[in-house]
């Protein structure tokens, strides 16, 4: 039982090392535990301490170029800016994405809800990564 939970945690170790390199390279798994069930299945839990640097420097970009007077909301004067046409800017407010950032609907994007998105996108990769030896450990049992 010992051997075989050495040898698991190797392999989520080295699957963490290849993730973190393809998606977050500096993202900071604060915790990680293991618990090797009578199954024999993994339990695994990540917790991000800090968002990857480089994803929130790419938003922050983003926000601030489109928050034209810097007061820290995205409003809809600014993205009918950017916007081509009142058609994209229609398209845009009614994307997925755009409502998956925009928290409480107000057809704005505050600086909190892109901190928020940002948080949610390392989750979701975390979450992916979890799924995947979830699975792969099924497979094996
Ligand atoms: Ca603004
Ligand atoms: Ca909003």
């Known amino acids: 039982m010992r051997r075989e939970c050495q040898y698991d945690s190797e392999r989520v170790a080295k699957a963490l090392a290849k993730l973190r390199e393809k998606y977050l390279n500096d993202v900071e798994v604060e915790g990680m535990r ?5 199954s024999g299945h993994l339990v695994t839990s990540f917790r991000t301490a800090r968002l990857s640097g480089a994803l929130k420097e790419m938003l922050d970009k983003v926000f601030n170029d489109l928050d034209a007077n810097g007061d820290g909301v ?3 004067d600014e ?4 916007a081509e046409s009142e ?6 407010i009614n994307s997925d994405l755009f409502k998956f950032i925009d928290e409480d ?3 704005r ?22 799924n995947a030896m979830t699975r792969a450990q099924a497979r094996r049992a």
């Open 34 to 38: 293991m618990s090797a069930l009578r």
């Open 74 to 76: 995205v409003d809809k």
């Open 79 to 82: 993205l009918r800016a950017k």
């Open 87 to 92: 058609e994209e800017y229609t398209k845009l």
């Open 105 to 107: 609907g107000d057809q």
């Open 109 to 130: 994007l505050q600086r909190t809800e892109v901190d928020a998105f940002c948080t949610k996108i390392s989750v979701r990769i975390l979450g992916d990564m979890d």
